[in-house]
């Protein structure tokens, strides 16, 4: 959703919808593990490829809070996504991120073996942790009529 033109995307919603439909947006934040890793991981998220993160990022960051929302809302409750990860498979999902790829192309280098190297005192090889990623959501009912 971060990613989307809002006011197209709405437009759109309000077409498409039918009487009585219900949009829901959900997203995920910064994963935690337990309190020896989570700052590692705090702090190469916010100060190592903090600077790097496209700018839309932040509505994850703010649990899509500040994002428009033109529908009355329903309460949502929370959730999350649970993993069982290596260190290894970690690593391979932080990869993933953008922000290491930006810091990739502009450093020619990359931030991942400094982090690997902090974890593997705190997460030795082939052990197992587990991993937790926040959910949140919004929801509102579509009004066809009032939004057109």
């Excluded at 995307?9 to 997203?27: D, N, Q, S, T």
């Excluded at 993160?53 to 929370?78: Q, V």
């Excluded at 990359?110 to 090889?125: G, N």
Aim: proline share 8%; hydrophobic share 40%.
């Amino acid at each position: 959703m971060h990613w989307f033109d809002f006011e197209a995307f709405y437009a759109e919603v309000k077409r498409v919808a039918k009487p009585e439909a219900i949009l829901a947006i959900w997203g995920y934040g910064l994963l935690y593990i337990n309190q020896e890793i989570d700052p590692v991981i705090a702090d190469f998220y916010h100060n190592i490829t903090g600077p790097y993160w496209d700018a839309e990022r932040r509505y994850l960051d703010e649990a899509y809070k500040t994002i428009p929302f033109p529908f009355p809302e329903i309460s949502c409750p929370e959730f999350e996504i649970k993993a069982t990860w290596t260190r290894q498979q970690f690593m391979g999902y932080i990869s993933s991120w953008s922000s290491v790829q930006h810091y990739i192309n502009k450093h020619d280098q990359s931030p991942l073996p400094d982090l690997d190297r902090r974890l593997q005192p705190l997460w030795p090889d082939n052990q197992v942790q587990d991993v937790t990623f926040p959910v949140f959501m919004r929801a509102g009912k579509v009004n066809r009529e009032s939004y057109l």
